[in-house]
T-cell receptor, first 113, second 113 residues
Framework: KAGVTQTPRYLIKTRGQQVTLSCSPISGHRSVSWYQQTPGQGLQFLFEYFSETQRNKGNFPGRFSGRQFSNSRSEMNVSTLELGDSALYLC????????????FGPGTRLTVT | QQQVKQSPQSLIVQKGGISIINCAYENTAFDYFPWYQQFPGKGPALLIAIRPDVSEKKEGRFTISFNKSAKQFSLHIMDSQPGDSATYFCAASIGTSGSRLTFGEGTQLTVNP
């Protein structure tokens, strides 16, 4: 089975712009979570989607949003980018709700200048 | 209460030695404790996980020890190899939510040949 795929892998944006990142989960997986990884804050949970509905949300401002499509693919959007949004954004998929392991993609490296 | 504390921050071990990484948590509602391994430029990969109904779980050279009363768990890597050099993260989550992983700060392991 193919793993979690994320596009693009690298992205450079300017402060104030917005960005959309994409995630395709492992085939058959219906739950997708997003995490932000930075050297200072480590790995932090952003949100989780299951059946096209946000099921859980971390402590991030409203500039961070996401959605999930009927094929379980997910996108996350960051509006009005700030320098501090520079990070590795990781997507993780799992089979569904419940005690299932999460499998991470390679991430999208976002640099805000 | 949601934090997971991980130590040491970095660890240098000789080939063939035992690597030990420790984590402690406060929230007694946590009931799923995975360990992830991350290589540079890659997303975290699930290594091994444990639930609090067992005190130890072993998979190959990797063992998780869990002490519920002390709210601590640790990863032991036996016969450490240079290929094990990576960053290791402990994590925890609550019940059937499973998705909202709270990560430790990470341990950078270097195994010298």
């Amino acid at each position: 089975k193919a793993g979690v795929t994320q596009t693009p892998r690298y992205l450079i944006k300017t402060r104030g712009q917005q960005v959309t990142l994409s995630c395709s989960p492992i085939s058959g997986h219906r739950s997708v979570s997003w995490y932000q990884q930075t050297p200072g804050q480590g790995l932090q949970f952003l949100f989780e989607y299951f059946s096209e509905t946000q099921r859980n949300k971390g402590n991030f401002p409203g500039r961070f949003s996401g959605r999930q499509f009927s094929n379980s693919r997910s996108e996350m959007n960051v509006s009005t980018l700030e320098l501090g949004d520079s990070a590795l954004y990781l997507c993780a998929s799992r089979l569904g709700q419940g005690p299932y392991e999460q499998y991470f993609g390679p991430g999208t490296r976002l640099t805000v200048t | 209460q949601q934090q997971v504390k991980q130590s040491p921050q970095s660890l240098i071990v000789q080939k063939g030695g035992i690597s030990i990484i420790n984590c402690a948590y406060e929230n007694t509602a946590f009931d799923y404790f995975p360990w992830y391994q991350q290589f540079p430029g890659k997303g975290p990969a699930l290594l091994i996980a444990i639930r609090p109904d067992v005190s130890e779980k072993k998979e190959g050279r990797f063992t998780i020890s869990f002490n519920k009363s002390a709210k601590q768990f640790s990863l032991h890597i036996m016969d450490s190899q240079p290929g094990d050099s990576a960053t290791y993260f402990c994590a925890a989550s609550i019940g059937t939510s499973g998705s909202r992983l709270t990560f430790g700060e990470g341990t950078q392991l270097t195994v010298n040949p």
